[in-house]
């Protein structure tokens, strides 16, 4: 669902941009407008929570080393030591042919939307 969600995306906002251009009335711009920032809105959460979790699972390392783990008991160290290099490889928020999904991924889908975007104010010109 999510490949789905994010490659519809640019097409989508690039639709309902150049269908914010084409139209006269206020109330329909309006309109239109809110759609968009509705699916940027979905978008941006998707993204901006995947690399939250990039994130925070890269912290990890850092809080177990800043911990006296050194003055616990042997198990405890043990313990420690395995968090540290499992925390090594961030946990990601992957989709299939995308690959993580991160805010580099938001900017990439809207680069790609205003791509579209212009490719068909030229068309229609």
């Known amino acids: 669902m999510l490949i789905i969600h994010v490659f519809l ?3 989508i906002l690039a639709i309902i941009g150049y269908q914010i251009i084409l139209v006269d009335s206020l109330i329909d711009k309006l309109r ?14 998707t ?3 995947g690399q939250f979790i990039l994130n925070e699972s890269t912290t990890i390392a850092d809080a177990a080393y800043q911990s006296e783990w ?7 160290r043990k313990i420690i030591y395995l ?7 961030p946990l990601l928020l992957k989709v299939a042919s995308i690959g993580v999904i991160s805010l ?3 900017l990439w889908v809207m680069k790609t939307a205003y791509s579209y ?6 068309i229609s010109k």
Do not use: D
């Open 9 to 11: 995306t640019s097409a």
């Open 32 to 45: 239109y407008f809110l759609h968009m920032m509705g699916w940027v809105m979905m978008l941006f959460l």
């Open 47 to 49: 993204c901006f929570y």
């Open 70 to 76: 050194y003055n616990g008991p042997l198990r405890l």
């Open 83 to 89: 968090i540290i290099l499992r925390s090594q490889k």
């Open 104 to 106: 580099e991924t938001f």
């Open 117 to 122: 975007f212009a490719l068909l104010l030229t």
